[in-house]
């Protein structure tokens, strides 16, 4: 493993940073700016200046009335994935991504809250049913008076942000929908720029982080922020530009660390790996040969990304390449986070991720909580990252990602990379919270329902085969039902799905498997998946539909 000494380094005239190896010491990075770069553009002034004065109000209001279960609110949901439409397009059924933040319609539990929904296309209704009938102690036909579903009526591959900011009639009708004198903010997947636009438009603060600061959750702020906040990173350069830039940083490391044999490149602004690409550095021995090589050492986890399209990416957005960390055996661990307006902090959860793909860079799911062996130490990690956050100005959700490797000595963590956003480990965390009432105990790493009793769930948004194509709404929830799979508030397990809508199409859903312990948890997995593979056969013929 390596230590954590950096050296700069500067290529006409551009500065990069590199960890090396020294035991024992450490060197102090000075803080980087708190806000990003911009041209000057009046128009935007004026709406940052707005978007500042809505939050400052909602950060005022925020402890009396949004913390109030009995204080009347309005949460207007923008589901939104603004992110590089290209990287999004790999992903399967991207458009039923905005189905996953159908778990805060648990706010619903509050007698005096009302929902605004927003999606590109209408959710079936037995979809919002199924969710509806999960409330603790509230009817379905009193949640359903206080929620208000809307539509763009468009599957284009636009963000569903977009979509609303050229529909101006549609944003009247959200406006219409907020209950009048009723306090609301708006809760979105991820923070851009469209989103602030959003906001001042509509007149309604963000429970967000702010686009100026999203440089800090890029891959090179990410790697900066975690270092001065004194956590162990990979050994690696940021603000990296061009395949230059990238077979340099690549041969230091090469040289620093000749028995390394892979490392990963990452852009800016990836997400879930996608944007992300491993390089073979076995049989490297110059940097001009790497450089030579670069299209064929480097290898795009994305599917059907190529080589050409990755460096384009790489040109516009920037990135870092960093040492891939080996072991013997190694965890994906990560700590979820809420900052508060009220400058608050909360480590709301920690999970085992599951990763596939190539060498394992993508997320496929999670194992909550993590491991007792660390799941106290990565939230330490957490929060103390929070609390640089906090002191930049963010708030929000967000998530650390770590790759943990066993030694002698103990587990050895590495972080990885922020997520300033609502993530895969956010919403399953939600549904449980709202279906039991209880919270995680950082320091004890573990979840307490309200009652008491521990609860573990295995969470995924990548449920898929051939075999599940056909398969309708209707038809998961008859088969959940029949095959006692479905969520049983007494016994407060089972198994919730979501992205329900994407299964008849693309074969794909996703689920939160809650159970008493991790084995019966994990034992509804199983059953889940023989289910769904049983009756999916059976619909096909044994065969399964053409793809």
């Known amino acids: 493993m390596y230590g954590f000494l950096q050296v700069s380094l ?16 450490q060197t102090q990075v000075a803080p980087g700016p708190t806000v990003s770069a911009r041209s000057p553009n009046p128009a935007q002034d004026v709406e940052r200046q707005r978007f500042s004065e809505l939050n400052a109000a909602f950060a005022a209001s925020f402890e009396p009335t949004f913390t109030d279960i009995s204080s009347p609110k309005c949460v207007v949901i923008i589901p939104s994935l603004s992110v590089d439409q290209e990287i999004l397009s790999k992903v399967n059924g991207y458009v039923y991504y905005e189905e996953r ?15 605004v ?36 009526d468009d599957p ?28 609301a903010y708006i809760s979105c997947f991820n923070m851009s ?21 999203l440089h800090l959750g890029s891959k090179s702020g990410s790697r900066k922020l975690l270092r ?127 990763l596939g793909g190539m060498d394992h860079q993508v997320f496929l799911g999670a194992y909550f909580p993590a491991h007792p062996d660390y799941a106290r130490d990565v939230g330490i990690m957490g929060k103390r990252v929070a609390e640089g956050l906090r002191d930049a100005g963010v708030w ?34 939600l549904m449980l919270m709202g279906l039991t009432r209880g919270e995680y105990d950082a320091d004890a790493g573990a979840y307490y329902t309200a009652n008491g009793q521990k609860r573990f769930y295995f969470s995924s948004d990548n449920v898929q085969s051939e075999w599940f194509r056909g398969l309708t709404s209707h038809d998961l929830i008859h088969l959940a ?22 299964l008849s199409q693309f074969g794909k859903l996703g689920l939160v498997c809650i159970g008493d312990s991790a084995q019966r948890a994990e034992a509804y997995r199983r059953l889940t998946m023989k289910v769904l593979l049983r009756e999916g056969r059976q619909v096909n013929g044994f065969h399964p539909p053409a793809s």
């Not at 933040?101 to 929902?115: A, D, E, F, N, Q």
Request: glycine share 6%; with cysteine.
């Open 117 to 152: 929904y927003v999606t590109s296309m209408r959710i079936d209704p037995v979809i919002v049913d199924y969710y509806l009938h999960l409330l603790p102690g509230i009817t379905g036909y009193h949640a359903r008076q206080r929620l208000t579903l809307l539509s763009c």
């Open 396 to 429: 929000g959700r967000f998530s650390l990602d770590f790759v943990s490797v066993r030694t002698a000595e103990g587990w050895k963590h590495y972080a990885l990379e922020l997520n300033l956003r609502k993530g895969g480990t956010t919403h399953p965390m």
């Open 10 to 25: 500067i290529r006409n005239n551009r500065h990069f940073v590199v960890n090396l190896p020294e035991p024992d010491v």
């Open 228 to 354: 001065r906040c004194g956590l162990p990173v990979p050994d690696g350069f940021e603000d990296l530009r061009d395949e230059q830039d990238i077979a340099e940083a690549l041969w230091a490391l090469k040289r620093q660390h000749p028995g390394l044999r892979r490392a990963v490149v990452k852009l800016n602004d990836g997400f879930s790996g996608d944007g992300n690409a491993v390089v073979n550095l076995n049989e490297v021995h110059a940097v001009s040969e790497l450089r030579q090589q670069l299209p064929v050492l480097l290898q795009p986890v994305a599917t059907d990304l190529s080589y050409e399209a990755f460096v384009q990416k790489f040109r516009t957005m920037g990135g870092i390449a960093e040492a891939f960390i080996e072991g013997n055996e190694k965890r994906s661990p990560s700590v979820q986070c809420r900052i508060l307006p009220t400058r608050q902090i909360e480590v709301v959860s920690t999970h085992d991720q599951v």
């Open 193 to 213: 720029p469209l989103e602030r636009t959003l906001a001042v438009r509509l007149g309604l603060p963000v429970f967000g982080c702010d686009p100026d600061l």
């Open 101 to 115: 933040l159908l778990c805060l319609l648990m706010y619903l539990r509050m007698p005096l809250t009302h929902i």
């Open 481 to 502: 039902i029949f095959n006692r799979l479905q969520y049983d508030g007494s016994l407060q397990q089972g198994v919730m799905f979501h992205l329900i809508g994407a």
């Open 156 to 183: 284009s591959s636009k963000p569903l942000t977009q979509k609303i900011l050229e529909r101006p009639l549609l944003m009247q009708r959200i406006r219409e929908s907020i209950p009048h004198n009723y306090p």
